[in-house]
Antibody, heavy 120, light 110 residues
């Protein structure tokens, strides 16, 4: 069965960096793109962008370029989200997702979420 | 890209039907049939319950249904049950080739 397993919670100081991993299993990794979604505590969902798992080409939503980087290790069927120069406002759950169908728009499968807390 | 507009909260009694609206623009909800709905219980990851406006993924109860008219999409939950108490989020593809989520709606079963 399709599974997306993310790395554990992180506590970081402002200005530091964090790298969240998302390991996929149960399907051919390169067939489905990986989207990333952010949810601040008590808030709604924000689409951060996606990465093409065939080419490694990332696309970032407005407000998520610069400090946010999507990457892959296809040999490990794993996607990564790296955030640099962390700010308190980056405190949130970060979810990786896989579409229900290839090249679709419905986030059919979700990782369990990784809580990143930024605090001095 | 502004978030799609949803009511902050909707409530209903067990067995009743409720409808949650999701209002966008002619550049997102109104332009495509690519509207999705997600259910999120506290402390859990969201779960896809409706895609492409009105389709249900395998295993999702037929008490959930979706529709769209103009720039507004709707999710209807019929035969409301206690387990339906959760947050619901809509999402749409946009003319910029991006995706946008709604503001989220808390459903309370009275």
């Amino acid at each position: 069965q399709v599974q997306l397993v993310q790395s554990g919670s992180e506590l970081k100081k402002p200005g530091a960096s964090v790298k969240v991993s998302c390991k996929a299993s149960g399907y051919t990794f390169s067939t489905y793109d990986v989207n990333w979604v952010r949810q601040a505590p008590g808030q709604g969902l924000e689409w951060m962008g996606w990465i093409d798992t065939k080419t490694g080409n990332p696309t970032y939503a407005q407000g998520f370029s610069g400090r946010f980087v999507f990457s892959l290790d296809s040999s490990l069927s794993t996607a990564y989200l790296q955030i640099s120069r962390l700010e308190a406002e980056d405190t949130a759950f970060y979810y990786c997702t896989r579409d229900l169908t290839a090249h679709g728009t419905a986030r059919g499968y979700w990782g369990q979420g990784t809580l990143v807390t930024v605090s001095s | 890209q502004s978030a799609l507009t949803q009511p902050a909260s909707v409530s209903g009694s067990p067995g009743q039907s409720i409808t949650i609206s999701c209002t966008g623009t002619s550049s997102d909800v109104g332009a495509y049939k690519y509207v999705s709905w997600y259910q999120q219980h506290p402390g859990k990851a969201p779960k896809l319950i409706i895609y492409d406006v009105s389709n249900r993924p395998s295993g999702v109860s037929n008490r959930f249904s979706g529709s769209k008219s103009g720039n507004t999409a709707s999710l209807t939950i019929s035969g409301l049950q206690a387990e339906d108490e959760a947050d619901y989020h809509c999402s749409s593809f946009t003319s910029r080739g991006t995706n946008v989520f709604g503001t989220g709606t808390k459903v309370t079963v009275l």
